[in-house]
């Protein structure tokens, strides 16, 4: 029997660890974050990686978000993406 797990959903139910894990949510696109985010959250909980399935609900939301005549998503859910994603960065690049 074959997997038919898509790749970088596999890689993200593999990965070595929570800097791995916060790794693979930074790459992966909004596309498959959105179609996937059920079994994105499953993983992220099972592995008990809090801030991963946290930062899923912010970049869902922020997605799915109803924009402003600029397009633009509302402030304080783009403020709190930024201060996530910033987050994840330093934690997947070995910071504390």
């Known amino acids: 029997m074959s997997d038919t797990m898509l790749p970088m959903l ?15 949510l930074l790459r992966m696109p909004d596309s498959v974050m959105l179609k996937y985010h059920d079994v994105i959250d499953a993983a992220c ?14 970049r869902v939301s922020l997605a799915l978000a109803v924009r402003d005549a600029d397009g633009l998503p509302p402030a304080d859910l783009a403020i709190a993406w930024e201060r996530y994603r910033r987050a994840m960065v330093e934690f997947a690049a070995g910071a504390a």
Do not use: N, S
């Open 45 to 58: 909980r099972k592995a008990a990686f809090e801030v991963g399935w946290h930062y899923l609900a912010i």
């Open 10 to 24: 596999r890689q993200l139910h593999d990965a070595d660890g929570d800097r791995a894990r916060a790794d693979m």
